[in-house]
């Protein structure tokens, strides 16, 4: 079976987790401060916060920006769910735009006729690991006044191009940018989360909230040679990384650099093995955007039916998933009002795949994926 990625981990990692372990030290200490600041200097932000995950980072995000009981946020449907989530657990209101139909991701042209005296912020995502359109978005958020938060849980290793020179996602370009360590993501602790941000009190405001905003942070404490007796001022959250996460997190962005290089090679082959599928749709890079190749997303020739193809290509040993969901198609967003339509999302969710692509895939495992999706497209129908 070809999966549809595999984390690369290896002894570094076993006896980074091992040496923690043993060392009687294991929840949020130095190991955790290291790797905030080697992440921080990796994407050239002032600040990196981490936490247990990216929802919790998004959550923690959008309170600190100030979004509250009643607010708005601008977002897309077109996400994993924990996006319209983490504005929800702060009482807040997703208010969902389209994408574009070629990036996947937020149109900014779409963004300003959705504001309203409710917006408090905006919310874009760099999905699959593709960078938004940060140059429309960043000045229209400015000329709002309205914070811009980036879901990059895909996208650390991506690059924008920032006044003529190439930079990473999470410098950050907007207010604060969201970053996941989950196992479908490129880099990974088992699970995780980091928030980089330019502004100092944002920062230690995460560290607070992150920590049931006690006063004084357990390392302190450990470590003080007189009694102290910390306070709680406010309800905060359990949304703390262990030290054992981060030791395997540092090893991780040790091979970074060569994980997005491998990515973005195996993207590169591609094309050329899905050419002579008659309608299929290829994702592409602007030429302000580098991905890392989170996920390859292709949109299947029109008379493809969706599953169909999906189950044809397992059976023949390759796995894949659907299209990125839509969170307003939802149970649990049921009834939710919808002002916009979003037909570029529901299409993208109905009609794209995504194909496997991980560091080690061979070019024998990369055929047997565009012989089997070949194979697929030439048998399924969705009109039968």
């Known amino acids: ?93 997703p208010v969902f735009v389209d994408i574009e139909p070629h990036s996947y991701n937020i149109d900014p042209r779409l963004v300003e006729a959705a504001i309203t005296p409710r917006t408090r912020a905006i919310l874009c995502v760099h999905q699959i ?113 262990t030290d054992i996460q981060a030791a395997v997190a540092r090893e991780q962005l040790k091979r970074l650099p060569g994980i997005v290089s491998e990515r973005r090679a195996l993207g590169a082959q591609y094309p050329a093995l899905l050419a002579d599928i008659r309608g299929l749709s290829l994702p592409s890079e602007p030429a302000w955007a580098r991905t890392n190749w989170q996920s390859y997303c292709v949109q299947l020739p029109a008379h493809c039916d969706q599953r169909q193809v999906m189950q044809q290509m397992l059976d023949a040993g390759v796995g894949t998933r659907r299209g990125i969901m839509c969170s307003h198609r939802e149970p649990a967003y049921a009834g939710m009002t919808r002002p916009h339509p979003l037909p570029r999302s529901e299409a993208a969710q109905d009609r794209c795949i995504l194909l496997p692509l991980f560091p080690g895939m061979t070019p024998q495992q990369q055929g047997q994926v565009a012989e089997a999706l070949a194979q697929a497209c030439a048998t399924t129908n969705a009109f039968a």
């Open 129 to 241: 690991g593709l960078p938004c359109d940060l140059a429309a978005l960043v000045p229209l958020a400015r000329a709002h006044g309205l914070p811009l938060v980036e879901d990059a849980a895909c996208a650390v290793g991506s690059e924008v191009l920032w006044n003529g020179q190439w930079e990473p996602i999470g410098r950050p370009h907007g207010d604060v940018a969201c970053f996941s360590l989950h196992p479908r993501k490129v880099i990974s602790t088992g699970d995780g989360g980091v928030l980089t941000t330019r502004h100092a009190d944002w920062d230690q405001r995460y560290r607070l909230l992150r920590q049931h905003a006690m006063s004084v942070p357990a390392s302190v404490r450990h470590g003080a040679a007189q009694v102290i007796f910390e306070q709680y001022p406010e309800v905060g959250f359990n949304y703390r990384m």
């Open 1 to 93: 079976m070809i999966p549809i990625t595999r984390p690369l981990m290896g002894e570094p990692e076993a006896e980074a987790a091992r040496r923690v372990i043993l060392s009687g030290w294991t929840t949020q200490g130095p190991e955790v401060a290291a790797f905030e600041n080697e992440f921080a200097n990796l994407v050239g932000a002032p600040h990196a916060c981490a936490v247990s995950n990216c929802t919790t980072a998004l959550h923690l995000a959008l309170l600190v920006a100030g979004v509250g009981l009643g607010d708005e946020v601008i977002t897309v449907s077109h996400s994993y769910i924990a996006t319209a989530n983490s504005v929800r657990y702060c009482g807040a209101t």
